[in-house]
């Protein structure tokens, strides 16, 4: 009995010897952080930022490594492995965020679905077909109609995008890229139940507990996104690792719910923070205080646990929660955490300062025969600013190139369109593409301007709704714009933007709806018969005058023929009388 | 008269050349065609200009040699070019009146000679010097101020070289020489496709010279095969330089692929784009072989039928080419209409001549109309327009059955007499035994 316990124990022992490196070998392979940051804007909205982000230090192009998940999500990263996919950027966005008002978002998306995705350089299949199994598996994972993305809305923009996270090509080669736009693309709580299902905490702990399907669907601007990157630690890449960033931009208009500024995260979400998340490595709030005195004076409650400075200019100060310092077991037990911002008193709403760029698009002429679109982009600021200006347009819209023309109000010197590259489309196959360079004198307004001519679609293309439009999707401008005015760097970890001079910064115009011309849905069968008469008179008559002879009939025979063998005569003609 | 009417011509293109009546009639669906908009060649010129390929993008549907006219003269002032247009029109209706100046001519030769043949009665419905005297005239002025070529050419449609090509290749063809007309005929059939039937009644004309009586069947059906040879090596040089200036065939599927396929919807005053508008997607490309082989194929009982009258057969095939052709439009009907008076002799027979004028006139005025409607008031839809296209159509029909019918009945008149005895015989039309 005793050797049985002792084998029993050396059993145990060596069992328990082993656990501890297999636990060695999946511990601290992935972490994950959590961060909210909270903006007041200048006109009484509140800009709400939730990014979630999971770094994982394995190869992205490593096929062994996507077979066993822990902190990052299973689903995306079978679908990221089976489609050779290097990068992903994927949004969806129910508002236009004006920047006009607010300044630039932390992350900027177009209204409807996007999706971008950069390819391996050495995949397992061609790239279209990696495309379209991409396109419908994010569509069953995000419950998003993105199997309406094909070869007629998927172009390859050669200038303006490049990847985000570190690549392996030194000269990047932009048909491994594709990208989509669904403007049509409608965003719901559909949505956001499979997004939820991809965080570690799922909507239980941590800043994720504040998703109430109703508080966030009712809101300005409503953005959710997922972004993937490889990224290096170093400079020559030792161990490189994969970033999953999860993030959900949303404007909140406080006054339209409770009449004043404040709010509390009750009055916005209606719930509150019950603990934080143990798979968590940092879980932060920030609150953006600059703008404290200039929009009014506010205080926020519980104070934070301290205030960063946080752009390289130092001027814009962030007031920072960990929620990691926070008591929830004794001080939060019962009400969970609950920031509230309390404003004193108002000064105004206004628009705050003109961001140096920002557009305006829309669509120009009568009837549904030609039409143009016409974009405006403003360039505020001291300098010249050099734009990279992309637009998608759907082949039914036959763009024209010799009605391509760039106005500028001010006279400048100097070359306005440095650059163009225009990519006709073809007929159910390809959209237009038109990418830009341009550079915009400073303190003016540019026109780019273009004619289309609209197609006819048969009448299977229209979709159910025929008369409610087609989009054009939203017109990508990119620049590079310096760190300090009016923008909003993430202060965040998986950023670290905030100490460089400049960022690129990407802005999107108003998507278009413009109307087709519709047959009448009603009448195939009718059009057939009609039209097919009118092939038989010129058959029938035809025939006749050439396969007969125009001759006599003698009148008396003819009316001694009884009815019978008249019928019998006009049917079998050729039989003799 | 001939002067007054060219110089009148020329005034009125230039005139209109400068203001905006094509926008303020909106008659652009009715002589613009996805194949001859003047829109899409400075479209391809454009292309060109830029470095990308005319045939790249599903926009630009003219051929090589065209698009290459046009960008030889692409520099030049707007001015210039109207006068190319107007220069052209002039070309076609100095061709028009040589053309029935010498079918005039011919025809009343061949009556000459069969008159002692005819019945005594129907003598007077020969043609004869008196009443043709004033048919070239006409037929010269009725092109150049018919409404529809100037339309035409102020819409400064591609078609008017086509036009053109076709009435060249006639005028060659009774002048006798037939390499030439082959030539022109090439021209024609290589811009749209659809002038390369017209290779048999004029190789046909050709062959049977009115000196060479005697010879036997092979020797004509020789020369005829040559003549056709003739026109394929013509035609076949004329894609081996386009594709010397492209640098590769994708012209082709281009041109002569959405010619016969169709695939654009866009409405013009003919009978494919509703129909395959409205096709059920299981029967399109049914339709489609049914729709061409329909545009083709009349061209073999009508040879068959007036094969010893090729000129009219000739008329006949392009008549009938102007209603069924995939993209047509007022262009196509400009010399035919022109040439009518040629065969004022048959209209004595015309049992439709009203219905049919009516008709034309009607959908022309119509057309402009409804399309406003449809596309910019939005208070009808697409078969008020479809109706009127239906009705241009059918009366395009009516005119060829129509004078087809003339001929058969003169014809048979010429033969037992104008005067006739009805009461123990009627005549009408049955199978032939």
């Given amino acids: 009995m005793i050797s049985k316990y002792y084998y029993l124990s050396l059993l145990y022992v060596i069992f328990i010897s082993l656990v501890p490196s297999t636990l060695a070998s999946v511990k601290a392979n992935d972490h994950y952080h959590e961060e909210l940051v909270l903006q007041p804007l200048a006109t009484g909205h509140l800009y709400a930022h939730f990014q979630f982000t999971t770094y994982w230090n394995v190869d992205i192009s490593d096929k062994d490594a996507f077979k ?121 709580t559909e949505n956001l139940t499979p997004w939820k299902k991809l965080l570690p905490c799922d909507a239980k702990a941590g800043l994720s507990a504040l998703f109430n399907s109703l508080a966030l669907y009712n809101v300005f601007y409503h953005s959710m996104g997922v972004h993937v990157r490889p990224v290096c630690k170093t400079k020559d890449c030792k161990d490189p690792g994969v970033e999953l ?36 490595t940092s879980s932060q709030i920030f609150v953006d205080v600059s703008n404290n005195i200039t929009y009014g004076e506010f205080t926020l409650n519980p104070p934070p646990h301290s205030l960063t400075p946080m752009k390289y200019t130092k001027s814009e100060v962030y007031a920072v929660y960990d929620l990691n310092l926070i008591d929830f077991d004794q001080t939060y037990a019962s009400h969970g955490f609950n920031l509230a911002m309390e404003w004193k008193r108002t000064k105004k709403y206004g628009r705050g300062l003109k961001p140096p760029l920002y557009t305006h698009r829309y669509a120009t002429g009568v009837g549904d025969e030609n039409g143009g679109i016409r974009t405006r982009i403003y360039n505020h600021d001291n300098k010249d600013i050099t734009i990279l200006y992309m637009e998608v347009v759907p082949w039914y819209f036959r763009l024209y190139l010799h009605t391509f023309k760039i106005l500028c109000n001010k006279n400048s010197t100097k070359n306005i369109l440095l650059n163009r590259r225009y990519i006709p489309g073809k007929d159910r196959s390809r959209p237009y593409l038109l990418e830009l360079v341009l550079r915009l004198p400073s303190k003016s307004s540019t026109t780019i301007t273009m004619d289309f001519q609209r197609a006819f679609l ?47 910064t990407r802005i999107y ?34 025939h006749n005058l050439t396969t007969r002879q125009y001759q006599l009939k003698n009148v008396e025979e ?13 049917v079998l003609p050729f039989k003799k009388k | 008269m001939i002067t007054f009417s060219i110089f009148l011509a020329i005034v009125i293109r230039s005139l209109l050349f400068q203001s905006q009546i094509l926008d303020k009639l909106v008659i652009g669906i009715a002589v613009n065609t996805p194949i001859t908009s003047w829109n899409r060649v400075v479209e391809g010129i454009t292309y060109i200009q830029n470095g990308i390929s005319a045939y790249s993008g599903d926009n630009f549907h003219q ?30 209706s100095f061709n028009l009146y040589y053309v029935s100046k010498y079918i005039v001519s011919e025809m009343i030769v061949k009556e000459n000679n069969i008159r002692s043949k005819v019945n005594k009665s129907s003598t007077e419905i020969l043609v004869n010097e008196s009443s043709a005297i004033f048919t070239p005239t006409l037929v010269s002025i009725l092109y150049l101020l018919h409404p529809f070529s100037i339309l035409t050419c102020i819409a400064k449609s591609v078609l008017i070289i086509n036009n053109y090509a076709i009435t060249l290749a006639i005028l060659l063809t009774l002048r006798r020489k037939g390499i030439a007309a082959m030539f022109a005929l090439a021209v024609a059939s290589y811009q749209s496709l659809y002038p390369f039937m017209l290779v048999i009644p004029l190789s046909v004309y050709l062959c049977r010279d009115v000196k060479d009586n005697g010879s036997s069947n092979g020797r004509l ?30 012209f082709i599927w281009a041109t002569y692929g959405f010619i016969l396929s169709a695939p654009d919807m866009e409405p013009n005053l003919g009978l494919f784009w509703y129909f395959f508008t409205e096709m059920f997607d299981h029967f399109k490309l049914f339709f489609l072989f049914v729709f061409q082989i329909n545009a083709f194929f009349y061209l073999v009982p009508l040879t068959f039928r007036l094969r010893h009258d090729p000129i009219f057969l000739a008329y006949l095939t392009c008549l009938l080419v102007a209603a069924f052709k995939s993209y047509p439009s007022l262009g196509d009907l400009t010399f035919t209409f022109a040439l009518l008076p040629v065969w004022s002799h048959l209209l004595k027979y015309c049992r439709n001549s009203f219905v049919i004028l009516i008709m034309i006139l009607s959908s022309t005025i119509l057309a402009p109309i409804l399309w406003y409607l449809w596309i910019y008031a939005g208070s009808a839809n697409a078969n008020f327009f479809y109706a009127v296209t239906l009705m241009h159509s059918t009366a395009q029909v009516f005119l060829v059955a129509d004078l087809l019918y003339s001929y058969i009945v003169r014809e048979y008149d010429l033969y037992y007499g104008i005067k006739r005895d009805y009461t123990l015989a009627k005549p009408h039309l049955s199978q032939l035994e």
């Fill in chain 2, 221 to 250: 059906i020789f020369k005829f095969i040559n003549y056709i040879i003739c026109f394929c090596l013509w035609f076949a040089m004329l894609l081996l330089l386009s594709y010397m200036l492209v640098g590769s065939w994708d």
């Fill in chain 1, 245 to 280: 960033k999860q993030t959900l931009s949303l404007v909140f208009d406080p006054i339209l719910h409770s009449g004043s500024r404040d709010w509390n995260f009750a009055s916005l979400f209606s719930k509150v923070i019950p603990s934080v998340c143990p798979m968590a």
């Fill in chain 1, 558 to 570: 003819a009316k001694k023929q009884n009815i019978l063998s008249r019928l019998i005569s006009l």
């Fill in chain 2, 63 to 92: 051929t090589p040699l065209v698009l290459s006219f046009f960008y030889l003269l692409r520099n030049y002032n707007e001015q210039i070019l109207n006068l190319v247009f107007i220069i052209f029109d002039l070309g076609i």
């Fill in chain 1, 458 to 504: 048969k009448w299977t293309e229209h979709p159910p709704n025929a008369h409610h439009g087609f989009y054009i999707s939203s017109a990508v401008i990119s620049a590079i714009l310096p760190n300090d005015i009016n923008t909003t760097t993430p202060p965040l970890i998986s950023t670290k933007r905030n100490h460089d001079k400049e960022a690129i």
């Fill in chain 1, 68 to 188: 066993h998940f822990n902190l990052f999500p299973k689903p995306l990263g079978q679908i990221l492995s089976r489609y050779d996919v290097e990068e992903l950027h994927f949004a969806l966005t129910q508002g236009l965020w004006r920047p006009d008002w607010w300044g630039y978002p932390l992350i900027s998306s177009p209204p409807g679905a996007e999706l971008s995705a950069w390819f391996s350089t050495n995949p397992s299949q061609s790239i279209d077909s990696a495309w379209s199994g991409l396109t419908n598996a994010l569509s069953g994972l995000f419950c998003a109609s993105l199997n309406f993305i094909d070869s007629t809305s998927t172009v390859s923009p050669a200038w303006s995008f490049r990847p985000e996270g570190a690549s392996s090509e030194k000269n990047i080669n932009s048909s491994r890229l594709r990208y989509a736009t669904l403007t049509s693309e409608t965003i719901c």
């Fill in chain 1, 509 to 542: 115009t108003e998507a278009l709806l413009v109307t087709l011309p519709t047959p009448d849905f009603s009448m195939p069968f009718i059009v057939i018969c009609l039209t097919s008469t009118v092939v038989a008179i010129a058959f029938g008559s035809i």
